[in-house]
């Protein structure tokens, strides 16, 4: 089992797809429906054996829910805030920019 390379609360960017995320969740392996995992096309479908991010998504236009697999994900450095609407209820934004799980929003 691999050990995850990004943490909850760290904002992240798809490297194929034009979004950006924070981590609420991972998984240590894919843990979505096999027609989720069927739906991908072949050629860029990820391998199942490697921890899967949910992510507090957006993009240009929206906001929304994202499962995406470390393959795809790099860290994001922009430092550009997040907007999504659902990060006040899971985070606090700390003085260094960063988000902090709050405490009742842990497991």
Do not use: C, W
């Given at each position: 089992m691999k050990t995850a390379k990004f943490a909850i609360g760290q904002v992240v960017r798809h490297r194929l797809f034009p979004f950006r995320g924070v981590v609420f969740d991972v998984d240590p392996q894919f843990s979505n429906t096999e027609e989720w995992y069927?739906?991908?096309?072949?050629?860029?479908?990820?391998?199942?054996?490697?921890?899967f991010y949910h992510l507090l998504a957006?993009?240009?236009?929206?906001?929304?829910?994202?499962?995406v697999s470390e393959q795809n994900l790099l860290a994001d450095q922009s430092g550009e805030?997040?907007?999504?609407?659902?990060?006040?209820?899971?985070?606090?934004?700390?003085?260094?920019?960063?988000?902090?799980?709050?405490?009742?929003?842990?497991?």
């Open positions: 069927e739906a991908i096309p072949a050629e860029v479908r990820p391998s199942k054996d490697q921890p957006e993009n240009d236009e929206t906001e929304y829910i994202a499962y805030p997040m907007r999504h609407p659902q990060l006040s209820e899971l985070f606090t934004l700390t003085p260094d920019g960063h988000y902090a799980l709050k405490r009742q929003a842990r497991h």
